[in-house]
């Protein structure tokens, strides 16, 4: 049987490792939710023989005292059934909960990651529905909390589909224009499905802006090496390949070349 010092030791673990996880990597190789996932890792070897019942109680423990990156974990957890059997409602509470108390978060600030991602995960509760929850399909409400993490965070993932909302027609609207900005915005923080969708954009022209071979080519080039052996490989390769078809010798390796130069920038992303 468990004592109550047996449950206290194991919410001063939660507890440090909710104080120490922001030094765990330098900045930039690690973002708060990577923090959250390494948090439930070090928590499972905590103690030795700490049941998953216990880690559960203590995520909510600290969950409940407004702790994000606890809400973050058991969000996941439930969206996923990682550890717990799969609730959608459950998730969408963790992720609004932490949208709805942390909307102003410092953007910079060191659970923003947390905060954005919040957004963008409860966007796409309202952009599908959620009847068991009683959210209906809510298209505008859903643009709306993914153009908050874009804009007020400057979360990348979130301008890289803002982009494409100006993309698809029953969406923002099709306007190349705004969709080369937003994906311009991401692609500069090193998200490389953003920057295969910008070189695209660049290499075949947009409304009044002439085609830009090199250019183009360059943010493919780049796209595909930073994509490698993910699921946007395939599709990133296939836009780089024709694209290298309807492009000269010349033009692919002066784009190889600023590729080279660029790329390295975005390393520590």
């Excluded at 969950?63 to 409602?89: F, I, R, S």
């Excluded at 400057?154 to 224009?177: C, F, M, T, W």
């Excluded at 360059?218 to 946007?232: F, G, H, S, V, Y």
């Excluded at 000269?248 to 070349?257: D, F, L, R």
Aim: hydrophobic share 45%; glycine share 10%; proline share 4%.
């Amino acid at each position: 049987m468990r004592t109550v010092r047996d449950y206290s030791l194991i919410s001063v673990a939660v507890a440090g490792v909710m104080g120490l996880w922001a030094t765990m990597l330098p900045a930039h190789a690690q973002t708060a939710a990577d923090a959250a996932l390494n948090m439930a890792n070090m928590l499972d070897g905590a103690g030795g023989g700490v049941s998953s019942n216990d880690l559960l109680s203590a995520l909510q423990n600290a969950a409940d005292a407004g702790q994000p990156m606890a809400m973050w974990q058991l969000g996941t957890m439930y969206e996923n059934g990682e550890g717990v059997t799969k609730d959608p409602v459950k998730a969408f509470g963790y992720f609004a909960q932490i949208a709805n108390q942390h909307a102003d978060a410092a953007p910079k600030g060191v659970e923003a990651d947390i905060v954005a991602r919040s957004f963008v995960k409860v966007g796409d509760y309202y952009r599908n529905g959620l009847p068991d929850a009683g959210i209906p399909a809510d298209a505008e409400r859903s643009h709306a909390l993914l153009l908050h993490a874009a804009t007020y965070f400057g979360d990348a993932d979130a301008q890289y589909r803002v982009g494409l909302l100006y993309s698809e027609k029953g969406e923002l609207g099709v306007n190349p224009l705004q969709s080369a900005r937003w994906f311009s915005l991401a692609a500069r923080k090193g998200h490389c499905p953003a920057q295969a969708k910008l070189g695209h954009l660049i290499f075949h022209g947009l409304d009044g802006i002439e085609a830009q071979p090199v250019e183009g080519l360059m943010w493919l080039t780049i796209a595909q090496e930073r994509c490698a052996n993910t699921a946007d490989a395939s599709w990133i390769g296939e836009l780089l390949q024709t694209a290298s078809s309807l492009s000269s010798p010349e033009e692919q390796a002066e784009a190889k070349t600023l590729a080279q130069g660029i790329a390295p920038q975005f390393a520590a992303f």
